[in-house]
């Protein structure tokens, strides 16, 4: 029993672990950006917990395309992998609309406001993916 698991999580694990990190990373930004505005860096450390946890999700996403094409199944045929699809888009959009509060003429304050609920929903998507994703490992 005690093998089987630490098979089953050495099997997943580089495709599972950078993508919890990203989890991580991004709720640690979103505290970052609610509670520690008290901080006079709480913008630079915001902004770099949200680009890391990106690359972590973007890294995790190219490690489970190649654990499945190793296995010989196919891509984006169980819910995990259509949610954690739609997540990973997200996770790569919320630091474009933040990016964007900066860069824009007009409108900052929508885009703040997309940028706010794009982050919200991605922790959600995020966290389903991972229970999804546990349950098709048969962790849980």
């Given at each position: ?89 997200i996770v790569a959009a919320a630091p ?45």
């Open positions: 029993m005690i093998s089987a698991m630490i098979e089953l999580f050495l099997y997943y694990a580089p495709h599972a672990l950078p993508l919890v990190l990203s989890f991580l990373l991004m709720s640690a930004g979103m505290l970052m950006a609610r509670f520690g505005k008290k901080n006079k860096s709480w913008l630079a450390l915001h902004k770099l917990l949200g680009i890391s946890a990106a690359l972590l999700g973007l890294v995790g996403l190219g490690l489970g395309i190649r654990m499945v094409a190793l296995s010989g199944g196919g891509h984006l045929r169980v819910p995990h992998a259509w949610i954690g699809a739609a997540a990973l888009v474009l609309l933040g990016q964007g509060i900066f860069w824009a003429k007009k409108g900052k304050a929508q885009i703040r406001m997309a940028h706010r609920w794009v982050g919200r929903g991605n922790g959600l998507a995020m966290a389903l993916t991972i229970v999804l994703g546990m349950l098709q490992a048969g962790l849980i």
